[in-house]
């Protein structure tokens, strides 16, 4: 078989990108957009030894879990893998896929994996609070903005993402007719020419407070009072700045922001607890779920008021804040200073005083704090990125011995790896509950509870 062949295949699996597998005489294709039970026509993209790609050509029988996309642009937009699949499957997707990773990476029997049920959405729409949107022309030279196609820079023209809030569509026109009339160019990524790269635009469910953050690759927005003026007739608008990014670069936001209306930041709440959020600042994007992880987090904490808390890669404080409502004491350390600054801005907004931030890698922070100043903790929270915790972070971790650590993932497969670490140095898995905080996509998050058992936990392992 060569490229561009076309075979017949039965879907009987999915990889964790989302990506239909299927078998042809042994031999296992990968295929775009294929569904666990469609019999579909594929096209040979790529071939390896033991496993090719493909496309998908048409449907031959469809799975009883498909269902039509509700957005027009979903399967060339590469950020929805799971449009054409209903929303029940997703959960059961997802969840297959967390206690796999645990079983496989953890090294953790399926039987044995103590599986809470999977947090969904009631309404898996109009959920997430941000997003970015590269601005660019298309093949007739008119100025678009959307949504990069799956693992490409070229821009599927979409103002009105369904997953976004109903605000982006006015605001990007504003934008786009503004760039129009004055004559500014959005950036062209190959020449490294043009102003305007990004819209970032977000908001607080909790407030319908709106922030837009303009990218652009110079020092200076011209005009800039007339798009301000613009943007204020959006009902909510209260932040307005721009972001000077002038680096080939695939990082969006740069280094130094100018604020052309407002306080430079938006609030917005999680339960009780309120968040001040700027433009570079980390903040979940789902705010509905947010707040079902974070209970969970704090759950599986066990609080009861007596104890010190250790959270590691805390950004703005959001899960600190949380924790220190039932904790004696929280400690968060985050690698990026303004997102500090958020941190015990939030604290004091929130009037609370035993909340302690130190800036630094979690890596260097804990040991220093743990083995210098004999710093202590009964519980430790930790919610690093895709690539989980460094080695040298949890090695601490293990030194330390808390009581119990909640460990929150957005990677099952690196949280599975950290498991079977922590498993083999004294600690055990007693609780694991996923969230769907990215309806529609391949993407869920983890939330589980790990108690010290010191020997007899490694004899189990």
Same mark, same amino acid.
Request: hydrophobic content about 40%.
């Given at each position: 078989m060569k490229k561009n062949d076309l075979f017949t295949v039965t879907i009987e699996d999915m990889s964790e990108d989302g990506a239909g597998i299927g078998k042809t005489d042994g031999y296992t294709w990968f295929v775009k957009d294929g569904l666990i039970g469609d019999v579909v026509e594929a096209g040979v993209t790529k071939m390896k030894k033991n496993y090719?790609?493909?496309?998908?050509v048409r449907i031959i029988t469809p799975s009883p879990f498909r269902i039509a996309p509700r957005c027009p642009v979903a399967?060339?937009?590469?950020?929805?893998?799971l449009q054409a699949m209903s929303y029940e499957e997703q959960l059961r997707f997802k969840e297959r896929k967390i206690r796999s990773n645990l079983s496989r990476l953890g090294g953790i029997p399926e039987d044995q994996i103590p599986m809470e049920p999977i947090m969904g959405m009631e309404d898996p729409w109009r959920y997430r609070n941000k997003a970015q949107f590269p601005f660019g022309r298309d093949k007739d030279g008119e100025i678009v903005t959307g949504f990069y196609a799956g693992r490409t820079h070229s821009i599927i023209p979409q103002e009105d993402c369904l997953l976004g809030i109903e605000e982006n569509k006015d605001i990007l026109e504003i934008i786009k007719n503004f760039m129009k009339e004055y004559k500014i160019e959005p950036y062209d990524e190959a020449e490294h020419r043009g102003l305007v790269r990004h819209a970032l635009i977000r908001k607080g469910f909790a407030t319908g407070q709106l922030m837009v953050c303009l990218v652009i690759n110079g020092k200076k927005l011209p005009r800039a009072e007339v798009l301000t003026e613009r943007l204020l007739a959006v009902p909510g608008m209260t932040s307005i700045s721009y972001s000077v990014n002038e680096e080939r670069t695939n990082v969006i936001l740069g280094r130094e922001v100018t604020h052309l209306h407002g306080p430079g930041y938006i609030t917005d709440r999680i339960g009780e607890v309120s968040y001040r959020i700027s433009p570079l600042s980390f903040y979940q994007v789902n705010p509905v779920q947010t707040r079902k992880l974070y209970? +969970?987090?704090?759950e599986f904490a066990g609080l009861e008021g007596g104890e010190t808390v250790w959270?590691?890669?805390?950004?703005?404080?959001?899960?600190?804040?949380?924790?220190?409502?039932?904790?004696k004491k929280v400690c968060g350390v985050e690698i990026v200073p303004q997102a500090i600054q958020d941190a015990r801005e939030n604290a004091r907004l929130n009037g609370m005083e035993n909340v302690e931030f130190f800036v630094g890698k979690a890596e260097e922070?804990?040991?220093?704090?743990?083995e210098r100043n004999h710093m202590r903790a009964d519980v430790i929270v930790v919610d690093p990125p895709r690539k989980g915790c460094d080695e040298r972070c949890l090695e601490t971790i293990v030194k330390m011995q808390p009581r119990r650590l909640v460990y929150v993932s957005c990677d099952s497969a690196t949280l599975g790896r950290d498991v079977k670490y922590l498993r083999e140095h004294?600690?055990?898995? +007693?609780r694991a509950r996923g969230c769907d905080m990215f309806a529609w996509s391949v993407h869920v998050e983890v939330v589980i509870q790990m108690t010290y058992c010191g020997d007899k936990a490694k004899n189990k392992g």
């Open positions: 090719g790609f493909a496309r998908l399967r060339q937009c590469g950020g929805c893998q209970e +969970t987090a704090l959270d590691l890669y805390c950004g703005i404080g959001t899960i600190s804040l949380f924790l220190a409502q039932k904790a922070v804990l040991p220093e704090q743990y004294g600690f055990e898995l +007693t």
